[in-house]
Nanobody
Framework: QVQLVESGGGLVQAGASLRLSCAAS????????MGWYRQPPGKPREQVAI???????NYADSVKDRFTISLDNAKNTGYLQMNSLNSEDTAVYYC?????????WGQGTQVTVSS
């Protein structure tokens, strides 16, 4: 059984920074891909950033140059550094990993940016 626990969300003012963490536990041979998704109020879930085992990354255009995804394979923990937050970043943020051919999701952490 694999579990993902996100942390680091909260209420911040526009322009502030937050760092989200995603700790994975359980039977994890290796993390092939880790990703962060978000679901704004009343909108569908959208991909924010992904990082692959080789280190390559992809970002949504809306967060490029503001967010940075990273992965500590030794700790099975991923991070999403979010800078210059604005009200459009308000959402529930979910992390996901792919390991041994399966995808797992965390429960999500709320990020609210006040303008």
């Amino acid at each position: 059984q694999v579990q993902l626990v996100e942390s680091g969300g909260g209420l911040v003012q526009a322009g502030a920074s937050l760092r989200l963490s995603c700790a994975a536990s359980g039977s994890i041979p290796s993390i092939n891909t880790m990703g962060w998704y978000r679901q704004p109020p009343g909108k569908p879930r959208e991909q924010v950033a992904i990082i692959r085992s080789g280190g390559s990354t992809n970002y949504a255009d809306s967060v490029k140059d503001r967010f940075t995804i990273s992965l500590d394979n030794a700790k099975n923990t991923g991070y999403l550094q979010m800078n210059s937050l604005n009200s459009e970043d308000t959402a529930v943020y979910y992390c996901t990993i792919v390991t041994a051919g399966y995808r797992y999701w965390g429960q999500g952490t709320q990020v609210t940016v006040s303008s």
